[in-house]
């Protein structure tokens, strides 16, 4: 199946690129579009139906109104003089939001930008007046908008609702503050829009370079990019129609992400398909075509290729039994686009490869000549006569690493927030004058258990119990919904709804108050941000026992077909294990023992395994599928090990540079950096420690029997495998040939 389809893309280069370009552009163009459609930003939607968070959220939506797509700005309007409102002022302030919320706000758009390709986010929003502070310093409007608080084109339609409102009351004399999760993710990302930019040329430049750097080249520096782009393009594309034709919603995290994973893996794929062309090309017969040399190589790397991306598939597959619907989705999305970039990397990479031909390595002239030994021979040859040496130090480094994990805790906050943005000082100024909760208040529903009619005054002892817990600064007045169906009563914690104070407190004492103090014949479902990421954390807590086996076995079956040895995978998946805890290790040691941050984001072991598990599998792929296939050949097998190491060594190592700068580009976002650090270390990890060091070690110690219970037998014409005399480099005639095969 591989071999007819490298085959067929080689025999038909010009055909398969131009389709691939016209596939990769069109849906590039439409993906925007097409993931505003499929997007849900509220997490609670995530959670089962079973928890109390979204059981109260499914009260708020259909007796409330509550959009689960609304997004709420706090807006502080003040005097600028300093004194306090008067009522002439406040009823200028209510004047003012009663012409805000009648006023259409328009998205703003970029000249030339199609309308079509670009969603519209334009919305009138609900404004209304909802507290004044105590010493009457300043009045609060509640600000509802509709979208996502991480989409551009919101943030756009948002700033347009800032200026006006800004407007509107400096001509009454009055100064304006914005806060809540929408105004604080729009000033965070103009704050870190610079950054993000330099990230993304910074990583540009390394693929470039490194590139250049190999390949001395110019086709090589450049092609990767662009075959990665529109093949990523496609991947965004084909995502996007498939939740769309599913049902299925996806988090806003998730087109980030899935781009930044194609990258790395994409250009990981081409550059294992550039090495090993560039070898043969050098051993190729006088007069042979270069198509059929790109079909040879395309057919042989293409087995290693789809191996790793089915280790990639088949992780994220397991997410698919994740109860957190965040989770749940994120799996499949991830497998359909490293399903793509397969496809890719074994018809428009083939295709560019016999399309190119020796004008992909123009105008290096490495070709022409026999490469010197270098760097990755001796460190091959170092491999083959060291290996007890470098597997106590790889193992030496990857407990130390470990020992981290030592006290390790869960945090379930969103990441530490911006403290120096206009957002986060307008909340420290309400905050001083009402609890912190006031802007994100937690929220009882209560309903009668067979659906008939409620009254406020059912609840009053309940609302008076909720005021008396420890930490509940204010309770609301109790409010029935326009049906009568429903009640809502809201609490404003004196501690931060995202801290895990506010947690603990909805978790513990507020439920537990809820749970004594419900009136006969009525259900009560606490709700609001600190309650969702209370449950959420129940929920995690379940997937990361149940995914972590599954996932693993997959990939250990995986490996058996592959490897088609008992003791191989098993010494692969003992090796990226240690890998995955090493980085988990090295990770709570940074952030939760060094900074002293409340934990590791509750969603980084989850995200780490799948990552640096199955990413980080590739590289052990490669160089295991390379020391097996030097095995073949007659001579010792340290011999062997030392040929695959040296073959391999550069394309790994820049492989895993390319995908490790990738995740790095990840600490430009908001609330990610734990998440970049761990993948960058974890990718570094794989490639330079399990790849290139621990794994050879062992496949050196252990010979010819790593392959139990088969034998990998050297290739001569008995088929009989002869006795390996004991490994001395000096005179064997497999390390003499090193340095000038001309393969190398």
């Known amino acids: 199946m591989i071999r007819a389809l490298t085959g067929f893309a080689t025999r038909h280069a010009w055909k398969v690129i131009a389709l691939w370009a016209v596939v990769g552009l069109g849906l590039t163009a439409l993906a925007p579009m097409m993931f505003a459609r499929v997007t ?19 009260i708020a939506e259909d007796h409330f109104g509550l959009d689960p797509n609304a997004t709420v700005v706090t807006v502080l309007v003040a005097r600028t003089d300093g004194r306090a409102l008067s009522e002439a002022d406040q009823q200028r302030v209510e004047a003012g939001a009663a012409r805000l919320g009648e006023t259409r706000v328009a998205m703003p758009r970029l000249p030339d930008e199609p309308a079509f390709l670009v969603p519209d986010h334009s919305q009138t929003p609900r404004v209304a007046p909802a507290m004044l502070a105590p010493d009457r310093s300043f009045e609060l409007l509640a600000v509802e908008m509709t979208g996502d608080a991480g989409d551009q084109g919101v943030q756009k ?8 409102a800004r407007a509107e009351f400096a001509q009454a004399g009055m100064r304006t503050g914005f806060t809540g999760g929408l105004a604080d993710a729009t000033d965070t990302a103009d704050a870190n829009r610079t950054a993000a930019t330099v990230g993304s040329a910074l990583l540009m430049g390394l693929i470039v370079l490194l590139n250049v750097l190999v390949f001395r080249s110019v086709l090589a520096a450049v092609l990767p990019l662009l075959a990665v782009a529109i093949v990523g393009g496609a991947a965004g594309g084909a995502v996007a129609g498939a939740a769309a034709l599913t049902g299925l919603k996806l988090a806003p995290s998730t087109q980030s992400l899935i781009s930044v994973v194609l990258l790395g893996i994409g250009i990981d794929y081409l550059l294992f398909l550039l090495f090993r062309f560039r070898e043969q090309l050098r051993v190729a017969r006088p007069g042979q075509p270069v198509r059929e040399v790109a079909a040879e190589v395309s057919a042989r790397v293409g087995t290693a290729i789809t191996s790793a991306a089915l280790t990639i598939v088949a992780a994220f597959a397991t997410l698919g039994v994740a109860s957190f619907g965040q989770f749940r989705s994120l799996g499949p999305a991830v497998a359909v686009a490293v399903l793509v970039m397969l496809l890719g990397s074994l018809t428009l990479m083939p295709a560019l490869l016999a399309a190119c031909g020796r004008g992909m390595f123009w105008p290096s002239r490495a070709l022409r000549r026999t490469p010197r030994e270098g760097v990755a021979g001796r460190y091959g040859e170092l491999v083959a006569r060291r290996p007890m040496v470098l597997l106590v130090a790889s193992v030496a480094l990857l407990g130390a690493l470990t020992a981290g994990v030592a006290g390790i805790r869960m945090d379930y906050g969103q990441g530490a927030p911006s403290t120096d943005t206009p957002a986060a000082a307008t909340a420290a100024e309400i905050s001083r004058a009402l609890p912190a909760g006031v802007s994100d208040p937690t929220s009882v529903y209560l309903v009668a258990n067979g659906g008939g009619a409620v009254k406020a005054e059912q609840f009053s002892e309940l609302a008076d119990r909720l005021g008396r817990v420890d930490g509940i600064g204010q309770v609301g007045r109790t409010v029935v919904s326009p049906d009568g169906l429903a009640a809502r009563i809201d609490l404003y914690p004196t501690v931060d709804p995202q801290s895990k104070q506010a947690r603990d407190l909805v978790a513990g004492p507020v439920r537990a108050a809820v749970a004594a103090h419900t009136p006969t014949g009525t259900s009560a479902h606490v709700g609001g941000t ?15 026992r149940l995914v972590f086996p599954v996932a693993a076995g997959l990939i250990a079956l995986i490996l058996l077909l592959l490897l088609r040895s008992l003791l191989a995978p098993m010494v692969l998946m003992l090796a990226v ?3 995955f805890a090493a980085t988990l290790g090295a990770a709570t040691l940074v952030f939760q023992h060094v900074r002293n941050e409340p934990g590791v984001n509750f969603t980084l072991p989850l995200v780490l ?31 062997a090990v030392a040929r695959a190491v040296r073959h391999t060594t550069p394309t790994i190592a820049t492989a895993g540079l390319v995908l490790a700068g990738s995740f790095a580009t990840l600490a430009a976002t908001p609330g990610s950096e734990q998440i970049a650090f761990a993948l960058t ?9 399990l790849s290139l060091a621990l794994v050879p070690a062992v496949a050196a110690v252990l010979g010819r029997a790593l392959w139990w219970p088969l034998r990998t037998t050297p290739r001569r014409g008995t088929g009989t495998a002869p006795e390996e005399p004991p490994y001395a480099p000096e005179r064997t005639d497999a390390f003499q040939e090193l340095g000038s095969h001309p393969r190398n």
């Open 40 to 58: 849900q930003s509220q997490s609670g939607d995530f959670l089962p139906r079973s928890y109390d968070s979204a059981a109260a959220l499914r």
């Open 157 to 164: 339609v948002y700033k347009a609702f800032r200026d006006s």
């Open 530 to 544: 600190a309650a969702i990421f209370a449950d959420v954390s129940t929920a995690v807590d379940h997937d990361l």
């Open 577 to 579: 294990g240690a890998g």
């Open 609 to 639: 395994f799948l990552f640096v598990v199955a990413l980080g599998t590739d590289y052990n792929i490669l160089i295991t599928d390379r020391i097996r296939e030097e095995m073949h050949r007659p001579g010792p097998a340290r011999a």
């Open 681 to 689: 270390l974890g990718i570094l990890l794989s490639a330079c420690v």
